[in-house]
């Protein structure tokens, strides 16, 4: 067993189990810290995949701001024990819901363990003008991520921005209280 | 050696399983939003997987893209459940249930 | 001056549009004005082609447009002026014109006086181009527009329930006529590929040859037609009812013009009928059996108008039975003379009615011999001229058929032709005894309606105004001098329409005589039973229980006989097809369906929760299911 299965192996588990952790804790305190486990071991998968830029990002974006988000929200409306107080009103659902998701699982995984070998097709591997390729294996490749992002991607790169300044407006919009109840 | 393709696809499967059932089962709309971020964050590892089983860093620039709109998602999402919970003072999704036949 | 014809259809056909489409706006002057005028003006135009026409013998044929071309069929909108046509015209709008004049006296106080006068207006227009057109398609248009017309103008107040009843009764019955001469058409198409008058009844000899099936099937759907136009038996029960229309509408359609439709037609198709013995020999039957019928049936009538509706079926009985022999002249001449005198009588009788502030019952009336002394000198006028006493017009027309069909029984020797002739010197008796007895009855004795008092509190029953005894006098003048022309020897109007329809067989010398002789008794000895049972001593309405005096009064029953054989089962029918077809089917079938749809979308609806967890699991479902369908195909 080599090193990399092993490390892979690894933060598959942690990955894995702080999913499990995300929806089983009854505390939206517990499950938010799990998301934020889970967010780092997927950063660790992008290492172990060469994506030093999208490890870095996913830490910065997810764990520092999206998951500060989060957090400031489950303290603010102290939420962490709304289900216990109210009764499930379609219980039968919390079966169904994790059958189906079972099922879903390992359809998945039945599918490419046994029948679907998902390998990298070898002309297209070979192509140039289909892929950006990553120049030098091993190394942070950065530098090709930064050339696809800023020539080949620069227009959905720059739409990127304009859904931000939506998003950002339409926060402001809902969060602020309107003037006619605040006048009450 | 170095770990296959469909190993990363069925770790990726099992974590968008297990936001799936988060959403099915968990009745607090913040959890549910974690969930939704989980499957999110789970096809964007298929996508690293197979940027680099190809070689290439065009799935790297999807998941960067994806990783954008998910903050714009959940900016925009925590404030429509705050705003839903200053007016209803609940924080339970079965409440919203207005819409019905 | 033959090609300003098509401006005599015109000139009605845009005082309809006018007073339809804005009459309500117009003053009463001015509709007037152009109801009348426009008549008028036609009236002209008519004279005006009878002396252009002159002694021409060829038909003048104006062809407006071509209508219809397919394959070698080829239809013109087109008008045919011949000698037939202008004595028509002459007939429809010079009476026309005369009943119009009277409408602005008698339909004064209508609230709907436009409209009476659009629609009467429409009605000149489609009889002209009954009478005009120069084919059998044209010629339907005008027969389907006087039904329509006449359907609109029984139904004129529309508010009474039996005057609309009435309308659908008239309706329907020319309905049956209209087929009948459709069908005539087809067949006609069929055999001669061509429906220019021209083309078929005026072309060469022989083209209808006796004896061939189709034509003799032809001139019986165009007899079928003429039955229900003319109201002949058995097709003759609309005419009584139609009496429910305004006495104008009576005069004009139902008495001088729409009714002899069917006698013209049976003129004009001289060429089929006569290459069909048994269609013209049924002819003579059905124009027999009408008089006769009709002649008793109005016997014991108390209402004014139905005793002259039966009346006029008796009269037209008579062309008929004249057009049977061969006689179309005579008939022709018979329907001038009658569209004077019947006019006249439904005229007197409208005076009548409007003097009594509507009623129609003559066992209210009596006595109205000095109150209305224009009515009753015309009603008595009319009255000797349909008995046929000499010198007034209806003797001359009337003894020209009766000669006719007496010297045609002679020269065939057939017995059937002898009884004919009795028939009509019976219901020429007949005719004379139900007339005065109308005169006695309503004009001689004591008054014995409800006393009529006005607000100065005296007896408010009084003459019409001018409007409505101009026009009377005007045809009481025509009832007495419009026999003339057709005296026996000279035949003025039979000579003028030989070229057209042929000479009518005519009595000579001593049967001559004979046979004048014969008439003038017949109507005498009529209006001498009249007199004896309804002046001589004074008349009070006893209800008689004999039975033929019961058959009489109820028109045979057949209006019952048609009403149990013929309406109740297709009622019968009808409910029972709703009853089946309709509530149980249709309906039944529908709220099934509904009450499925119903219930699926009961259970459907709960599917639609309000939890968007629930709708979630469906998305869940859904891939589920994408992905069974991978992996089983795998």
């Known amino acids: 067993m080599s090193a990399n299965i092993l490390a892979f192996s690894a933060v598959a588990a942690l990955a894995i189990a702080s999913g499990i952790g995300v929806i089983a804790f009854r505390n939206a305190i517990y499950s938010a810290l799990s998301l934020i486990v889970n967010l780092l071991s997927l950063a660790l998968f992008y290492l172990i995949l060469n994506g030093m830029f999208i490890a870095a990002a996913q830490v910065l974006i997810y764990a520092g701001a999206i998951m500060v988000l989060f957090l400031f929200v489950v303290t603010m409306l102290s939420s962490d024990k709304a289900e216990l107080q109210t009764s499930d009103r379609i219980s039968w659902q919390r079966l169904v819901g994790v059958i189906a998701g079972i099922i879903f699982a390992a359809a998945a995984s039945f599918l490419l363990l046994v029948h679907a070998q998902i390998a990298p097709d070898a002309a297209a591997q070979g192509s140039n003008n289909l892929f950006t390729q990553i120049s030098a294996p091993g190394s942070g490749n950065t ?28 926060a402001v919009v809902l969060g602020r209280r309107s003037r006619a109840k605040s006048e009450d | 050696m170095a770990v296959s393709l469909n190993s990363y696809l069925i770790v990726s499967a099992i974590l968008f399983s297990i936001g799936v059932i988060g959403v099915l089962v968990r009745r607090n709309p913040l959890v549910i939003f974690m969930s939704i971020e989980l499957m999110l964050n789970a096809v964007n590892l298929t996508f690293m997987a197979f940027a680099n089983a190809l070689g290439s860093v065009d799935g790297w620039v999807f998941v960067f893209i994806s990783l954008t709109v998910a903050a714009a998602e959940v900016v925009v999402g925590l404030a429509i459940i705050v705003a839903i919970f200053r007016t209803r003072k609940e924080i339970d999704i079965d409440e919203m249930n207005t819409l019905k036949g | 001056m033959l090609a300003y014809t098509p401006l005599m259809l015109a000139l009605p056909l845009a005082g309809f549009i006018i007073l339809g489409a804005g009459g309500n706006s117009l003053p009463k002057w001015l509709v007037n004005l152009i109801g009348c005028g426009s008549v008028a003006l036609a009236f002209i135009l008519a004279l005006t082609d009878f002396f252009a026409y002159g002694a021409s013998s060829a038909p003048y044929d104006i062809v407006l447009w071509r209508w219809v071309t397919s394959g070698t069929l080829e239809i013109h909108a087109g008008l045919l002026v011949d000698k037939l046509s202008i004595i028509m015209t002459m007939v429809v709008t010079g009476v026309g014109f005369l009943i119009h004049i009277y409408s602005i006296g008698y339909m004064g106080e209508d609230p709907a006086y436009e409209r009476f006068f659009a629609f009467m207006n429409f009605f000149i227009t489609a009889m002209l181009l009954l009478v005009l057109a120069d084919n059998f398609l044209f010629l339907l248009i005008g027969w389907a527009g006087v039904g329509l017309a006449s359907f609109l103008l029984i139904g004129f107040w529309w508010r009474k329930p039996s005057a609309v009843k009435a309308a659908q009764k008239a309706f329907v019955v020319n309905v049956i006529g209209d087929f009948g001469l459709m069908i005539a058409i087809f067949l006609l198409v069929g055999k001669t590929g061509s429906l220019n008058f021209t083309d078929t009844l005026f072309a060469r000899a022989g083209l209808f040859s006796a004896g ?7 001139a019986f759907m165009l007899l079928i037609a003429a039955a229900a136009k003319s109201a002949q038996l058995p097709l003759h029960v609309w005419l009584p009812d139609a009496m429910e229309g305004p006495t104008p509408v009576s005069a004009l359609i139902h008495a001088a013009t729409m009714v002899t439709a069917g006698v013209y037609l049976v003129a004009r198709c001289t060429a089929i009928f006569s290459a069909a013995p048994y269609a013209l020999e049924t002819v003579g039957i059905m124009g027999g059996a009408s008089a006769l019928f009709a002649a008793t049936a109005a016997l014991f009538q108390y209402d004014i108008k139905r005793v002259l509706a039966y009346s006029t079926m008796s009269q037209l009985g008579y062309m008929f039975m004249a057009e049977s022999v061969g006689a179309n002249s005579a008939a022709i001449f018979h329907l001038t003379t009658h569209a004077f005198f019947k006019a006249l009588l439904f005229m007197s009788a409208g005076a009548v009615i409007h003097a009594l502030h509507g009623e129609q019952d003559m066992r209210k009336m009596g006595g109205l011999r000095k109150k209305l002394p224009v009515a009753f000198w015309s009603f008595l006028i009319g009255g000797l001229a349909l008995a046929g006493i000499p010198p007034f017009a209806g003797f001359w027309s009337k003894d020209a058929i009766l000669g006719a069909i007496f010297t045609q029984a002679g020269a065939t020797g057939s017995a059937w032709e002898y009884v004919l002739w009795m028939i009509g010197v019976i219901t020429a008796i007949l005719t004379g005894l139900y007339i005065f007895r109308l005169i006695f009855v309503v004009f001689y004795g004591s008054y014995r309606g409800a006393e009529q008092k006005s607000s100065g509190g005296r007896f408010a029953i009084h003459e019409a105004g001018l409007a409505m005894t101009d026009p009377m006098t005007a045809l009481l003048a025509l009832s007495i001098i419009g026999g003339f022309d057709g005296v026996p020897g000279v035949d003025t109007i039979g000579n003028y329409l030989q070229s057209a329809i042929g000479l009518s067989p005519a009595a000579q010398g001593s049967q001559l005589v004979i046979l004048l002789f014969v008439g003038v008794l017949a109507a005498a000895g009529g209006i001498f039973i009249a007199w004896q049972l309804y ?16 058959l009489f009064a109820n028109a045979y029953y057949i209006d019952a006989l048609y009403n149990a054989v013929i309406v109740q089962p297709i009622v019968q029918l009808g409910s029972g097809l709703n009853t089946l077809l309709e509530t149980w089917t249709l309906d039944g079938g529908s709220r099934a369906i509904a009450g499925g749809v119903d219930l699926l979308s009961r259970a459907l609806r709960k ?14 479902i859904g891939a589920l299911l994408i992905v069974a369908f991978v992996v089983l195909n795998h």
């Open chain 3, 212 to 218: 061939d099936q189709t034509t003799t099937i032809i």
């Open chain 1, 143 to 170: 530098e090709a991520f930064g050339m696809a992002l800023f020539h080949g991607f620069l227009f959905p790169f720059e739409v990127t921005s304009a859904i931000i300044v939506a998003a950002i407006l339409g």
């Open chain 3, 535 to 550: 002046l001589a001593r004074p008349f009070r309405f006893t209800p008689n229980k004999n039975p033929l005096y019961q």
């Open chain 3, 607 to 620: 599917l639609q929760s309000g939890y968007a967890r629930n709708y979630a699991l469906s998305i869940v």
